[in-house]
Structures are given as structure tokens and as C-alpha cells.
């Protein structure tokens, strides 16, 4: 499985956009980028996933360069709740398969 | 929206004490899995299960683990005589409902204290 590097933290205000870069040079051809987000005390709840390019949805966008080697999570607007630790992990997109979790990035939004 | 629930919330034991953590997975979905955090660290992966047997377990699922799916709808992990240094936060997960890909969607955890 690829080795992922985030940032340890980041800290943002209300309103902001936040963007979340994550590198992983070595990246496989089978590979898919996932972001997870984690409150204290809770379970990691998935937030988007990407194989390239751009991906939205409603809650974030992932943008992945044509090289694979990093790729972006941005939150746009980000509030008080968004208070979290953001996760990037890149495995195969099999059924059964393991997740691998990092150290994440620990993002604190401030009023 | 479904969701994975787990009980209990919180669990207090002693050392040497066997435990069960149950969860209820989201129906219809395949696969399962545990995980679990000790406090301040990364989650990590303990065991996948799928068809009713185990599919992968990690180093730290050793033989005081189990694992059980005893009905249609629960998933238990159970380990034997418990460990000061089991006391973590233990996440069940669900994935694979046909058709909609592999997103493991994760319960609130359970808190285990051995004391």
C-alpha cells in the first residue's frame, strides 16, 4: 500500500476555504485516493474518493493531478463543525479491503 | 440514512476479564471489519470478515481475538482475557452492499477501559 504524508495540523477560520494536501509518490496504477474525516470519540466517517482528476460532491472536492502523486482536499467554507481530523488513505478499491490510516491532519476552525 | 450501531458505548473491565463488543452492522452490506485506536494514536486494522469467516486479521488480532456474526445482524468481537494495553476504542465497520462499491462506513465505537 502506498505510504501517504499530510500535514500534522492546520488551522483555519470561518468562512474559509480549506485545502488539504496529501503526497503519495508511490502510488499504484490500482490505486484510489480516500479522504476520511474523524470528530473526537468517534468513528472515521468517508468524505470523498478519486481515482483522477476531479471529484465533487456535497460535502468537499478532491483534485488529483495527471501524475497521481498528491492530491487536494478542499473544503469550501468551512465552519466551527468542521473541527477534525482529516484522513487521506490510497489502496486498491476491492471489496473486503483493509483500511490503512495515517497520523491524518488535525484541522482547527476558529470563529 | 443507515448506519452501524455499537454497543456498548462505554466499557470498564479488569484485567484478565473477557469482553464482547457488539455492533450491528448496515443491512446488506458483506463485509465487516474491526479497528480499533488506542488513545492519541492512528486507527488500526485488527480483522475483515466476510461469508462468515475471516478474510484478514493484523498482527494485534492474536488468539485472545474473535470473531463471531452468531445471527443475521450482529458482529461481535470478543477477546478472551483482557489486556491493560487493549484499552482503546474499538470501531465495527460495514462495507459492500452489491452494487454500491466498497465504502467502509464506520460505528460510533466503544470505549474499552481495562483496569
Known amino acids: 500500500l502506498a505510504k501517504t504524508t499530510q500535514p500534522i495540523s492546520m488551522d483555519s477560520y470561518e468562512g474559509q476555504e480549506v485545502n488539504i494536501t496529501c503526497s503519495h509518490n508511490?502510488?499504484?496504477?490500482?490505486?484510489?485516493i480516500t479522504w476520511y474525516q474523524q470528530f473526537p470519540s468517534q468513528g472515521p466517517r468517508f468524505i470523498i474518493q478519486g481515482y483522477k482528476t476531479k471529484v465533487t460532491n456535497e460535502v468537499a472536492s478532491l483534485f488529483i493531478p495527471a501524475d497521481r502523486k498528491s492530491s487536494t482536499l478542499s473544503l469550501p467554507r468551512v465552519s466551527l463543525s468542521d473541527t477534525a481530523v482529516y484522513y487521506c488513505?490510497?489502496?486498491?478499491?476491492?471489496?473486503?479491503?483493509?483500511?490503512?490510516f495515517g497520523q491524518g491532519t488535525e484541522l482547527s476552525v476558529k470563529p | 440514512e443507515p448506519e452501524v450501531t455499537q454497543t456498548p458505548s462505554h466499557q470498564v473491565t479488569q484485567m484478565g476479564q473477557e469482553v464482547i463488543l457488539r455492533c450491528v452492522p448496515i443491512?446488506?452490506?458483506?463485509?465487516f471489519y474491526w479497528y480499533r485506536q488506542i488513545l492519541g494514536q492512528k486507527v488500526e486494522f485488527l480483522v475483515s470478515?466476510?461469508?462468515?469467516?475471516?478474510?484478514?486479521k493484523s498482527e494485534i488480532f492474536d488468539d485472545q481475538f474473535s470473531v463471531e456474526r452468531p445471527d443475521g445482524s450482529n458482529f461481535t468481537l470478543k477477546i478472551r482475557s483482557t489486556k491493560l494495553e487493549d484499552s482503546a476504542m474499538y470501531f465495527c465497520?460495514?462495507?459492500?452492499?452489491?452494487?454500491?462499491?466498497?465504502?467502509?462506513?464506520f460505528g460510533p465505537g466503544t470505549r474499552l477501559l481495562v483496569l
Open positions: 465497520a460495514s462495507s459492500g452492499e452489491v452494487g454500491l462499491g466498497e465504502t467502509q462506513y
Open positions: 470478515f466476510y461469508n462468515n469467516e475471516i478474510s484478514e
Open positions: 443491512s446488506n452490506h458483506l463485509y
Open positions: 488513505l490510497v489502496g486498491p478499491a476491492v471489496q473486503g479491503g483493509k483500511l490503512i
Open positions: 508511490n502510488i499504484a496504477t490500482n490505486d484510489y
